[in-house]
T-cell receptor
């Protein structure tokens, strides 16, 4: 049972376009929602994150929109560039026992065409 | 600082063979994690550690064992490898269990079991 559902699986946009990646969760115990960016052959790296008491967070060209009542959140990439081509993972975090555990979505492979 | 390093980068095993993956971090982090990444499934937590000498099971622990004898190292062992363990394995570390404490990932180990 996938606790964090991510869509679409893949996405192709032209340079300057605004790709949007959507995620949904069920467990209300999640209290922190990071997005990770992964380039081929590399490990994931934190891109941006949001807490559930905030509806929107912007960092540069990246924006997270969060809808707590719908248990959904999304990543928007403004003015996308070919260098943004990567796999993006949403995640949800909660305390489990003595540690904080991340539950990842299935990933979205983004291609930005020049 | 090297951050999180993993050895080896690639490995091919035959069914039934054993091996150990090594993760090392130089950030003095208390928390360390092992994930596996499979196509279309995101990253799933195998085991984690909240400090030297401690380990705990994650979402998919069966077939794996771990040890954390030194704070900077976290070892993942496969006692009898199976084809279902073909995957890319990532190690991560974090400073604390607070919501904003980022998990830093290593570059990964690609394991093939034939």
């Amino acid at each position: 049972q996938q606790q964090v559902k991510q869509s679409p699986q893949s996405l192709i946009v032209q340079k300057g376009g605004i790709p949007i990646i959507n995620c949904a969760y069920e467990n209300t115990a999640f209290d922190y929602f990071p997005w990770y960016q992964q380039f081929p052959g590399k490990g994931p790296a934190l891109l941006i994150a949001i807490r559930p008491d905030v509806s929107e967070k912007k960092e540069g060209r990246f924006t997270i929109s969060f809808n707590k009542s719908a248990k959904q959140f999304s990543l928007h990439i403004m003015d996308s560039q070919p260098g943004d081509s990567a796999t993006y993972f949403c995640a949800a975090s909660k305390l489990t026992g003595s540690a904080r555990q991340l539950t990842f979505g299935s990933g979205t492979q983004l291609t930005v065409l020049p | 600082n090297a951050g999180v390093t993993q050895t080896p980068k690639f490995r091919v095993l035959k069914t039934g063979q054993s091996m150990t993956l090594l993760c090392a971090q130089d950030m003095n982090h208390e928390y360390m994690y092992w994930y596996r990444q499979d196509p279309g499934m995101g990253l799933r937590l195998i085991h984690y550690s909240v400090g030297e000498g401690t380990t705990a099971k994650g979402e998919v622990p069966d077939g794996y064992n771990v040890s954390r004898l030194k704070k900077q190292n976290f070892l993942l062992g496969l006692e009898s490898a199976a084809p279902s363990q073909t995957s890319v394995y990532f190690c991560a570390s974090s400073y604390s269990r607070l919501a904003g404490s980022e998990q830093y990932f290593g570059p990964g180990t690609r394991l093939t079991v034939t």
